[in-house]
Every structure is written in C-alpha cells, then in structure tokens.
C-alpha cells in the first residue's frame, strides 16, 4: 500500500499532526510520501491508494483559501472510491469545518477512513495518538 499525506500548516500544529499520521502509515507497513499542499497536484492521486488530507480551521470555520482549497478542489473529482484520511487543528469553533470537509468528500465519493482527526492548538500526546491511529487506519 502506498499512500500520501498532504497538508497545510500555517503555525506547525497541524504539520506535527501531518509528522504523526505518517508515522502511524509507516508503522502498519505501508510506504508514505509527505507534501505541503503546494507540492501535491490531482494528476498524483492516481500514484496512491489512500490520501490524508490535513488543513487547519480558518476564519469562519473554513479550509485555508490562498494554497490549500484551490488544491484540494483540483483533487476532487479523483476522490470516489478513494480511502480518504482527513485532519486538521483548529484556534477556535466546534470543528464545524472538519464536519462540513466530511459531508463534501462524502458527496464525491470518497471512502472516509474514521472521523476526521482534529485538535484544539498544538496536539498533545492523546492528539499525536489519535493521529497515528488515523495513519495506521489509512494503510490498513
């Protein structure tokens, strides 16, 4: 199994988050590649069978706009039928960002791998966990 995680971090949270799901990846036996999202283009999800996502909440509960959305919208139209690992921190709100990034990666057909992964700030230990744990559930 190879797969991808791709994220965007403006203050390093949900770059460590990024660092621990591909650990969690590579612990289950799967071979990983990292990319911020300015790396990472549609025309590569075909190279891999499972793809985390990660983007932290913006503004009104929202993916960052300038870099991560424009990438990630690229990407959708390659996401049916294709496992799906979604993370991200967040300041402040309920998470409302990560639920409404579910309802849309449903819509397109992805197969979602758990809940999104989220946490308040930096991730803590319990965090970290839950992030490896996501990892290991992507390369399953």
Excluded: H
């Amino acid at each position: 199994m190879k797969a991808a995680v791709v994220y965007w971090s403006g203050t390093g949270n949900t770059a460590a988050m990024a660092m621990q799901i591909a650990e969690g990846i590579k612990e289950n036996g799967a071979d990983v590649d990292l990319f911020s999202s300015s790396e990472f283009a549609a025309d590569m999800m075909d190279q891999y069978e499972g793809i985390a996502f990660g983007c932290p909440s913006m503004g009104d509960e929202q993916l960052e706009e300038c870099e991560f959305e424009p990438m990630f919208e690229s990407c959708r139209e390659k996401l049916k039928g294709k496992k799906i690992a979604l993370f991200g921190s967040y300041g402040w709100g309920d998470g409302e960002w990560m639920r409404n990034w579910e309802d849309a990666c449903r819509a397109d057909g992805a197969v979602l791998i758990d809940d999104g992964c989220i946490c308040c700030n930096a991730p803590d230990e319990a965090a970290a966990e839950a992030c490896r744990s996501l990892g290991k559930s992507l390369a399953a």
